[in-house]
Every structure is written in structure tokens, then in C-alpha cells.
């Protein structure tokens, strides 16, 4: 794991998790979206988990893997044990861990709130695919380019089983391009539909605001936010940053985070409530 904590921490600092996608390490990911920049001007504490390639030869977390995703095993007990760690060594307030995760870092994610629900305050779901789609690689490549199959029971029955929590989930956003290539984006759509059925929505509740930059979709309980929805016009698979002319050539030496109307990490620490110190 890699660790970042600014020199100016709050008292009982937040802690933001952010597993990386694909051919990416958690370098090359901040450097071109910032999030350490954001630690440091809000005071909390970051965590990128990075895969190993003795894991995966791609960098890749397992998320297509049930023995890597199942509760207390695999990879999915190896970030909870980061977190863990994090938490004891900078005192971070437990009730303000959130997580947001790339490809098949968002596919990471969706398995961590899925077994873990009342660990995470807030999470966000990149270019990802829903919990339990597949059961291995094969699969994995054709849900991701055709769009998972809906299982039987629906895509809440993959996650309602899984705890206690009931109802008690996190706020989930889903982030998409509408022209990724890697991800169809009907598996946004698949997300919405495991976080809306797991929290017991009526999907037809929601409502829909028309930006420049594409669609957001909400879906509130008692006017709080629960499940929204990023849809991108136009964007590739990649995290949505905002970038000034000068700073384009450092932050995308990282291909999977590009330019767009609206910056995931920064609308992030607003829905999260991390402001600046």
C-alpha cells in the first residue's frame, strides 16, 4: 500500500481510498489526478492499494476472481486490512472513510461496500463493473465489452445477502463515459441497478439534470443523496478531471485520466464534504 499524509492533518482526519485501475500504479494515477494535492489542501489521510504482478501480469485487481472478492479473503481482506492500518496509525475518524476506484479498482470498490457497507461513508464507482458479474476472466472480457447479463434475481440479490446492513448503504456515485470503449457503458447502468434494488429504490423515483458536460442522475431518501449517476458525453474509459493549458502535458502521462466539463476528485470532495482547511 501507499500512504500519503500532508504535514497539516485534521484532528481526527478523513481517509480516502482509492485503488487504481489497470496498467496503472497509484504514481502515475495521482500525479495526473491530483487526489494528494486535494489531501493536502483539505487535511486528510490517502490510500492507494496497489496490486503486485505476481497477482495480476497487468496490474489488474482480481475483481473478476470469487476467491479474491469474497468476504475476509483474497484481495478484498488485503484492503481492508490497509485500511485498518491507516486508520490506527493516523487516527482517522471511522466515520469518514470513503473510497473511489478506477476500472478495475471501481470493480474493487463495488466488492469492499458490497462485504463491508458500514465501513465507508461515501463511494464512488469509476468506469467499474458491478459486484458479482462474472466468475472469471473470460467472462469478465465479454461483460465488460457487451455489458454484464442481468442475473435472475436481479443485480441487488448479489450484494443484499452479503450483510446485516439492510438498507444502511453508503451514498454510491457511478462515473461513465458514454464512448468508453473498455467498458460498455451499460454496465453503468447494471451498478445503478445493484445499489438502487440493494437499497430497496424505485429506479423511476429519480431525476435527471442536463449538463455541459453530459447527464447526472439522482436518486435521493428524505432529500439526502443516495445513488447518482456521471454520464460523460463523448468521454473514453478514464477518471474526468478538469485541466488548466499548462498542466496538460504533466497530469496525462497517465492514459486513463482525461480532460472533461466536470472533475470527478473535486465534485467528490464536495459530495463528501472534505473542505479546505
Known amino acids: 500500500m501507499k500512504l500519503f499524509a500532508p504535514t497539516k492533518l485534521r484532528k ?63 484481495e478484498v481482506l488485503s484492503i481492508r486490512q490497509m485500511i485498518e492500518q491507516a486508520c490506527s496509525r493516523y487516527g482517522v475518524d471511522r466515520r469518514r472513510v470513503f473510497i473511489v476506484g478506477l476500472s478495475a479498482g471501481g470493480a474493487m470498490t463495488a466488492a469492499l461496500v458490497a462485504h463491508y457497507p458500514a465501513l465507508f461513508a461515501g463511494a464512488a464507482i469509476v468506469a467499474g463493473m458491478p459486484f458479482g458479474s462474472v466468475r472469471d476472466a473470460m467472462s469478465a472480457l465479454r461483460a465488460m465489452k457487451s455489458g454484464a447479463p442481468v ?13 446485516d446492513q439492510g438498507s444502511s448503504w453508503p451514498p454510491m456515485s457511478i462515473w461513465q463515459g458514454t464512448g468508453d470503449k473498455v467498458v460498455n457503458p451499460r454496465n453503468a447502468e447494471a451498478n445503478v441497478a445493484q445499489w438502487l434494488e440493494a437499497a430497496g429504490m424505485d429506479r423511476s423515483l429519480g431525476r435527471v439534470e442536463r449538463k455541459a458536460w453530459g447527464e447526472l442522475h ?49 465534485e467528490l470532495m464536495r459530495l463528501w464534504g472534505l473542505t479546505r482547511l
Open 12 to 74: 481526527k482526519p478523513p481517509l480516502v481510498v482509492v485503488p487504481h485501475g489497470c496498467n496503472q500504479t497509484p504514481e502515475s494515477l495521482d500525479a495526473a489526478s491530483g487526489f494528494s494535492r486535494y489531501a493536502t489542501e483539505r487535511g486528510f489521510v490517502l490510500l492507494y492499494p496497489q496490486q503486485t504482478g505476481s497477482n495480476n501480469p497487468n496490474g489488474c485487481f482480481n475483481w473478476f476472481r470469487p476467491s479474491a472478492v469474497a468476504r475476509d479473503r483474497g
Open 151 to 163: 442475473p435472475v434475481a436481479g443485480w441487488g440479490s448479489l450484494v443484499e445477502d452479503l450483510s
Open 218 to 266: 439522482i436518486w435521493e431518501v428524505a432529500k439526502k443523496r443516495k445513488v447518482s449517476l456521471y454520464l460523460i458525453s463523448g468521454m473514453g474509459h478514464a477518471l474526468p478531471i478538469k485541466t488548466r493549458s499548462n498542466g496538460a502535458s504533466r497530469r496525462f502521462r497517465d492514459p486513463f485520466v482525461r480532460s472533461a466539463g466536470i472533475s470527478a476528485p473535486v
